[in-house]
């Protein structure tokens, strides 16, 4: 049986007998080549399931809609790596309990789907034991690698031309499972603490404002990539924060709901190479 037919199998299970009230998928999306998310709640709808290598999205974030989880009640979720990490995180801001929510976890790997045994974020610690030599990006990814070469006048002009490009329209925000905050600051105007206008102090601010308040938070799901509109490529920012923190903080974000977050916490031995 494949695995997205076990998982049918399972969540229909999981809703007939009433452990969950919700199990959130995926369906057949507007093309061929995309998904889009399935919010099931009877054996019926099931048969819409859809498991496959187009199943990219990381659907942590729905979890957060308003009043979704306020009665306690469980919810399961289909969930990658990146997604099993983004609840640990959640749970550790204290905007989830994960214990109200079943991971339906899976892999991809080129075309082949695996399913991945446990049924809480914490059954997933085997998928976050990878050394930190392994996790820097600067080191294996082309891109990383290419804007590592760059001089800083080099890497300024190349984000100035990306950041241009920006019209401020908040998808990468809005897509993200780590934006939560009901009001971002972005939306504020008294008094505004970012400029609204889509030009380059504006696009600088914004889109450099959101990379550090997702530094060391980030488990690069992508989401906001795929989101904007102008292919902006927000991923290469956000690989380069996580490599930062992960060598000045040891930190590689998500790996458990007990991790201390990182830019919210002291040690005495943390590098202190900003102070000058
Ligand atoms: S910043 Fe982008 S890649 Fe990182 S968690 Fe948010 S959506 Fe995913
Ligand atoms: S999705 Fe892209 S264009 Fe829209 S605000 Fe984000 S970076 Fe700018």
């Given at each position: 049986m494949s695995t997205q037919e076990t998982y049918k199998t399972k969540v229909k299970e999981l809703l007939s007998s009433g452990k969950v009230k919700m199990v959130i998928g995926y369906k057949a999306g507007t093309t061929a080549d995309r998904r889009r998310p399935h919010f099931?709640?009877?054996?019926?709808?099931?048969?819409?399931?859809?498991?496959?290598?187009?199943?990219?999205?990381?659907?942590?974030?729905?979890?957060?809609?308003?009043?979704?989880l306020s009665d306690g009640k469980e919810i399961a979720v289909f969930l990658k790596p990146d997604g099993i990490r983004s609840i640990n995180i959640l749970a550790a801001e204290a905007q989830l309990q994960?214990?109200?929510v079943v991971v339906?976890?899976?892999?991809?790997?080129?075309?082949?789907?695996s399913a991945l045994q446990g049924e809480r974020a914490s059954d997933f610690q085997a998928l976050t034991s990878s050394s930190n030599e392994?996790?820097?990006?600067?080191?294996?990814?082309?891109?990383?690698?290419?804007?590592?070469?760059?001089?800083?006048a080099e890497r300024f002009a190349y984000w100035e031309d990306a950041f241009s490009r920006c019209i401020k329209c908040y998808a990468c925000r809005q897509a993200c499972p780590m934006c939560y905050c009901r009001r971002c600051i972005v939306d504020n105007n008294q008094p505004?603490?970012?400029n609204t206008s889509s030009h380059t102090l504006g696009n600088?601010?914004?889109?450099?404002?959101?990379?550090?308040?997702?530094?060391?938070?980030?488990?690069?799901?992508?989401?906001?990539?795929?989101?904007?509109?102008?292919?902006?490529?927000?991923?290469?920012?956000?690989?380069?924060?996580t490599d930062e923190v992960l060598q000045s903080f040891n930190h590689?974000?998500?790996?458990?709901?007990?991790?201390?977050?990182?830019l919210a916490s002291f040690k005495k031995n943390d590098s202190e190479t900003f102070i000058l």
């Amino acid at each position: 049986m494949s695995t997205q037919e076990t998982y049918k199998t399972k969540v229909k299970e999981l809703l007939s007998s009433g452990k969950v009230k919700m199990v959130i998928g995926y369906k057949a999306g507007t093309t061929a080549d995309r998904r889009r998310p399935h919010f099931m709640r009877t054996p019926e709808e099931v048969d819409q399931l859809v498991l496959d290598s187009a199943c990219i999205t990381n659907l942590s974030g729905y979890l957060l809609s308003e009043g979704l989880l306020s009665d306690g009640k469980e919810i399961a979720v289909f969930l990658k790596p990146d997604g099993i990490r983004s609840i640990n995180i959640l749970a550790a801001e204290a905007q989830l309990q994960s214990n109200q929510v079943v991971v339906l976890g899976f892999d991809i790997n080129g075309s082949e789907i695996s399913a991945l045994q446990g049924e809480r974020a914490s059954d997933f610690q085997a998928l976050t034991s990878s050394s930190n030599e392994a996790r820097l990006h600067k080191q294996q990814h082309p891109e990383s690698a290419r804007l590592e070469q760059m001089t800083p006048a080099e890497r300024f002009a190349y984000w100035e031309d990306a950041f241009s490009r920006c019209i401020k329209c908040y998808a990468c925000r809005q897509a993200c499972p780590m934006c939560y905050c009901r009001r971002c600051i972005v939306d504020n105007n008294q008094p505004q603490w970012v400029n609204t206008s889509s030009h380059t102090l504006g696009n600088f601010e914004w889109n450099i404002v959101r990379a550090f308040h997702l530094a060391g938070r980030c488990v690069e799901c992508g989401n906001c990539g795929r989101a904007c509109p102008v292919n902006i490529p927000l991923g290469l920012l956000n690989m380069k924060m996580t490599d930062e923190v992960l060598q000045s903080f040891n930190h590689y974000p998500g790996v458990s709901e007990t991790q201390e977050p990182v830019l919210a916490s002291f040690k005495k031995n943390d590098s202190e190479t900003f102070i000058l």
